[in-house]
Structure formats: C-alpha cells, structure tokens
C-alpha cells in the first residue's frame, strides 16, 4: 500500500513561521477592548522562543499550581490558522477561537466536515483505549498540533503506547507537532524528550524530576526545585514562583522566563 504524503496545507498556515511569545496575546477581535494583559506572557532575559507548527515538538514539565497549564493555555491560545487536537484530561484549556467537544466520535465527526480548526476535546471517557484512539486519529490526519495534559497518566518509561509513541517518532514527516505536558518529567518516555526541541521546566519538589531532566537540559535545570531540597547545586539560584527553565535542545544554554 503506497503511503499519503502529507503536506502543508495552505489554506491553514506556513509552516515556516514560528510563534514567537515574546508579545503579548490577545485573543480578542481587534475592535474588541477587553484588556490584552490577561493572556500576556511576562518574559525575563528576553526570551528568545520560536515555534513552529507542523514541524516541532515541545514538552512542559512542573508542578501542580506552578504555572505549565498558563504556559500551555498561552501556547494554544497563540497558534492562529493552525489545526490542534487538545486532549483535555483536567477540563482547564480554554480558547476562544476553539470548539470544547465532550466525545471523541464528535471531534472526529466535525473535522471530517470541516477539515480545520482547533478542537478542545475534554472527554467524559478518559480510558487508556480512548487515548489510543485520539493518538491515532491525529496521526491519520496529519497537519495537526496535538496537545497531550497529563501524559504521565498514560506512559512510563516502561510503557510507551504504540499510538503515542507514532506521533512523537513518525509525526513530522506528516506535519504533527506534539506538546506534551507532564507533572512527572522523569515517567516520560525518552523519545518524547529526544524528539522535542523546546522544553519548558516550572517549580518541581521531586529531585529524582530534576536528575533526570539534567540529563537533557544541564546542569541549570537545578534551579527549579529549592535550595533545601538539593542533594547538589546548592550554589544555583533558586527559580522564582511562575518561572520556568527554557531550553531549546539546539542551543547549548537555557534561559529563565516567567508566567
């Protein structure tokens, strides 16, 4: 059977433009007045972050409260003309440009109409097979943002879903991006941090978190968990509350911004 080629559609975006967060977002109709600094991203040290859809995966790690679902909710919030597929574990993502769908066979149902848009799926059924399912709907239709909360709830280092792990390992050549947020960075998959070029770390308590992301991000990312709760780095200054340690893997420094 001879495979689809997927490409860029262009109708929906140029993949060669990246979302730069460095300005504020207002999701609003320009006539409307509504105050733009709701939504507005607050970055210290001039963070230099360029994504672009169809073509790069992010990951955003951090505990509970600490500020990655603002991140992600900004992120989503951000990609105009972009299809997105939002798997909704805790009901918290919000968009105004978005359709909030509770079953899968209904965002399944529209996009197959409309071939576009984003879609907010906070799905009454949360099982494993669900997921599956949504993994793999994304990954037939390609040209597609899928956005993963929670993802520690469906995968191990031990357990990598088969459907996940084709858009994490196959999904750019068919224009997918995955974001993948995650309270529990050291319980995530090795190849959804190999394959991601942005990741972003909030305030984590667990050090057995942080060694692992050292590995990947170096030694700076110590700065997210507190001086008292080091075993090492104690000299690293300690990360303020709603910052977050950038990195992006093809740059060999990190950066500290803020939500």
Request: hydrophobic share 35%; charged share 30%.
């Amino acid at each position: 059977m001879k495979s689809e080629e997927f490409e860029p559609d262009d109708n929906n975006v140029q993949t060669d433009k990246a979302l730069d967060i460095d300005h504020p977002i207002n999701d609003s109709d320009p006539k409307d007045e509504t105050d733009e600094t709701e939504n507005e991203i607050e970055v210290t040290q001039n963070l230099d972050f360029n994504f672009v859809p169809y073509n790069e995966d992010c990951v955003i790690t951090g505990s509970k409260g600490s500020g990655k679902s603002y991140l992600a909710n900004t992120l989503l919030q951000n990609l105009h003309g972009v299809n997105v597929f939002v798997w909704d574990f805790n009901h918290q993502f919000h968009d105004s440009r978005a359709i909030v769908v509770h079953h899968l066979e209904e965002m399944i149902e529209m996009f197959d109409e409309v071939k576009r848009g984003k879609y907010i799926l906070q799905d009454f059924n949360k099982e494993e097979n669900q997921f599956r399912k949504f993994c793999k709907y994304a990954f037939s239709k390609g040209n597609v943002v899928v956005l993963v909360d929670e993802i520690h709830s469906y995968v191990t280092k031990q357990k990598i879903l088969k459907e996940y792990n084709d858009l994490i390992l196959s999904g750019r050549p068919r224009g997918i991006s995955v974001i993948s947020v995650s309270t529990r960075p050291a319980s995530l998959p090795n190849n959804t941090l190999t394959n991601a070029k942005h990741v972003f770390t909030f305030r984590l308590n667990i050090e057995s978190d942080v060694k692992f992301l050292e590995g990947w991000l170096g030694s700076e990312v110590w700065q997210v968990v507190q001086q008292n709760k080091r075993m090492k780095h104690k000299d690293l200054p300690e990360l303020p509350e709603h910052s977050f340690f950038y990195r992006n893997m093809d740059e060999h420094e990190g950066q500290i911004g803020k939500v």
